[in-house]
């Protein structure tokens, strides 16, 4: 499986004992684990994102670069970005760990991810860390436009009924076994949407509106 990871990243351990660490959950071992590798992990994979970003968008504001980062680097993203790269097929877990649900394991599976860039780096230094995240975001990089504003849908759906002289948004919730549903009455349409946390299931419905918006707007 480390020689499928390493295919996956495109890049070769030269000490193969980094990559191996930076699979070791803290739950398979309290002493020798990834967070440390997570932590440097976290600081270098936001390092090379923004200089890409600086560079690549000489024009774009520190607000806007920040909002692209923060979508590239988010939770999901990284955890997402784990499994592509089989990192979830490798990890050390603990027994009673390596049974939870697979949506309890989002925050390991990024953990993984951070660890194994700051791997990367101690690896094979910053050139290596850079060309390897790239790679690995490459067709998210690919994909930025700068015509969107990358705004949490939330926030960008309050801005609009503030320019519209409106009230905030008003989300109405309502907990059952599935989790929070959530609604949000706009222009005589009720808009619904059901998630597993309240956060997930008003940020669904944020975007429900925002995109009927836009097709009255085109």
Partial sequence: MLEIIQKNIGYSFTNKQLLELS?????????????????????ILNSVI???????YPDATEGHLSR???????????????KSLKL??????????????????????????????????LDGGWDHATIATINI?????????????????KTELQEVFQSKGMKPPKYNHHEHALGFECSLVFKEK????????????????????????????E
């Fill in 50 to 56: 923004s200089q890409y970003l600086f560079l690549k």
């Fill in 137 to 153: 975001f490459s067709k998210e990089l690919n994909e930025i436009s700068l015509k969107n504003s990358f705004k949490d849908p």
């Fill in 190 to 217: 009720n808009y619904l949407s059901t998630s597993k946390s309240k956060q997930s299931a008003e940020t669904k419905v944020a975007e429900q509106v925002l995109e009927d918006i836009r097709i009255i707007n």
């Fill in 88 to 121: 979830n097929k490798a990890v050390k877990l603990s027994k009673g760990t390596a049974n939870l649900k697979e949506d309890n394991k989002k925050s390991i599976y990024e953990g993984c991810f951070e660890s194994l860039i700051g791997a990367i780096y």
């Fill in 23 to 43: 699979l070791v959950h803290k739950s398979f071992s309290n002493e020798t684990n990834n967070e440390r590798l997570e932590f440097l992990g976290d600081t």
């Fill in 68 to 82: 692209i980062r923060s979508m590239l680097v988010k939770s999901q993203s990284l955890a997402d970005k784990a």
